[in-house]
């Protein structure tokens, strides 16, 4: 009869709605929770028999609404490795499960969150609050590639950045084309002075020296220089030869237009370059040590072609205690208007002087990029990209399987993870720096505590006044 169904029906009421309170008791107890995703009620009736002519009461069941794809707010943290996603996607975590001959072993299921406060443990692993370990993609340290076959738990090392020795030298400089008199002289040359390190990160001390060419007479040939490479602290020396080892060698180098007789090869016309840019060099057969000197140094083409800008550049060899070291002096670009030029003026003007040798740096710290990328810095003002950190999207996130610590884990709902770099792919925004909050509404949360509370309520009372009306019914057989 419809009594027993009303209490039936009102029983099933009291217990969705104990379902929704719980559900709402959740979501208050984590609005404070980083990366926590609130879950809401949704209510369907089952009914028993319905038709034009009766309707028996059926029932009401509480289903969980899981709401994954709305974002949190999203606020500025003065952790460095926090981050936060603007948009969709996951971070790729792995729930470790004990150690192994003292190495971290984790849950073989993939798990992923939004959770993210990450900072960096004793073993340098990247992990958030939850404990949960963050994956990534590794960089390959020759190719600079992520490899994005495999997600890892990503671990920063704090060794020493080995040392790389000087291979190449870089100088920007206008030479005067008229010097000040005395200088720019063998006994007063202009002068250029540059660090560089050797194979054990040691600073040496190179020098350049600019002379102007001398005719016989003793007067400077215009537009003609000799570069000499000086290495005080050199070790024995550089090369075969006579000279001394602080001696690495010399060039000849001619600005504007080069003489027919420095070609070399018969019958072809050297397209000459611009008045004020480098022109020829050549190695100054003159001086002990010689440096090996690029044959693209300069341009031989047929007459009325236009010449391509190739490099200048001496290379020379220098001992600082560690075998031969070669270093390439780049001096610009033949006819180039960059590098080292000679224009009006009675000055020396150095622009800029370069070397890519690095001494050993200790670790100083980690970073994240808005790209994803996990660097290492060190003090000697190095960095280094390890990885590199994916978001990974479902096409129905609010399918996915909750789990401990604001975790999830894919369904067949869900659909399959797709692992895509940030701002790609329709993957969202990574913001360093940041952090992403519960995205739990607590005014919202009160509206339906009350509107919960009101229900469970009303439904207590269908089930205490059915009970009068059965009392009744009984009452009324004795």
């Known amino acids: 009869m419809s009594l027993f169904g009303a209490i039936n029906t009102a029983v099933s009421g009291l217990t969705a709605q104990s379902a929704a309170f719980g559900n709402i008791s959740e979501d208050v107890a984590n609005s404070q929770t980083v990366g926590f995703k609130r879950v809401d009620t949704s209510f369907v009736d089952y009914l028993t028999t319905s038709t034009s002519l009766t309707n028996e009461p059926g029932a009401v069941v509480a289903h969980p609404n899981y709401i994954n794809n709305v974002q949190g707010a999203i606020t500025q943290t003065d952790n460095p490795l926090g981050m936060a996603i603007a948009g969709q996607g996951f971070f790729a975590v792995s729930q470790p499960t004990g150690t192994l001959n003292g190495q971290t072993t984790y849950n073989p299921q993939q798990f992923y969150t939004r959770t993210g406060d990450f900072s960096m443990n004793a073993s340098g692993f990247l992990v958030n609050s939850a404990g949960q370990y963050l994956n990534g993609w590794t960089i390959n340290p020759t190719t600079k590639v992520a490899d994005q076959n495999a997600l890892v738990p990503i671990q920063v090392s704090q060794q020493t950045f080995n040392p790389v020795p000087t291979s190449?030298?870089?100088?920007?400089?206008?030479?005067?084309?008229?010097?000040?008199?005395?200088?720019?002289?063998?006994?007063?040359?202009?002068?250029?002075?540059?660090?560089?390190?050797?194979?054990?990160?040691?600073?040496?001390?190179?020098?350049?020296?600019?002379?102007?060419?001398?005719?016989?007479?003793?007067?400077?040939?215009?537009?003609?220089?000799?570069?000499?490479?000086?290495?005080?602290?050199?070790?024995?020396?550089?090369?075969?030869?006579t000279g001394a080892s602080a001696n690495a060698g010399s060039a000849d180098v001619t600005f504007g237009a080069a003489s027919g007789t420095d070609l070399g090869?018969?019958?072809?016309?050297?397209?000459a370059p611009p008045e004020g840019t480098i022109g020829l060099v050549v190695p100054d057969a003159n001086n002990p040590g010689n440096p090996s000197v690029a044959a693209s140094s300069y341009t031989q083409a047929a007459a009325g072609t236009t010449p391509t800008l190739q490099p200048a550049t001496v290379s020379f060899t220098t001992n600082f205690g560690s075998g031969n070291q070669t270093i390439q002096l780049n001096l610009g670009a033949y006819g180039g208007t960059s590098g080292v030029t000679q224009f009006a003026g009675n000055a020396y003007s150095l622009l800029g002087l370069t070397q890519d040798g690095v001494p050993p740096g200790s670790f100083s710290g980690v970073t994240t990029q808005a790209n994803g990328n996990v660097v290492v810095n060190y003090n000697n003002g190095q960095t280094k990209t390890i990885a590199q950190i994916p978001l990974v999207t479902f096409n129905a996130p609010n399918s996915l399987q909750s789990q401990n610590g604001q975790s999830f884990t894919a369904t067949p709902s869900s659909g399959s993870p797709l692992a895509e770099a940030a701002s790609?792919?329709?993957?969202?925004?990574?913001?360093?720096?940041?952090?992403?909050?519960?995205?739990?509404?607590i005014a919202t949360e009160f509206t339906s505590l009350i509107v919960a509370q009101q229900s469970y309520s009303s439904n207590a009372k269908v089930v205490t006044t059915a009970n009068q009306m059965l009392q009744a019914t009984l009452q009324m057989i004795a």
């Open 168 to 241: 190449s030298v870089t100088l920007a400089a206008n030479l005067p084309a008229t010097p000040t008199t005395g200088t720019a002289t063998t006994a007063s040359p202009l002068s250029s002075q540059i660090t560089v390190y050797d194979a054990l990160g040691t600073a040496h001390a190179v020098t350049l020296n600019w002379v102007q060419t001398l005719n016989s007479s003793g007067v400077a040939i215009p537009n003609q220089w000799s570069v000499q490479i000086q290495v005080p602290d050199a070790a024995a020396s550089p090369t075969v030869g």
């Open 265 to 271: 090869a018969a019958g072809a016309a050297v397209i």
């Open 424 to 441: 790609t792919n329709g993957a969202g925004n990574l913001v360093t720096g940041s952090v992403e909050g519960s995205n739990v509404n």
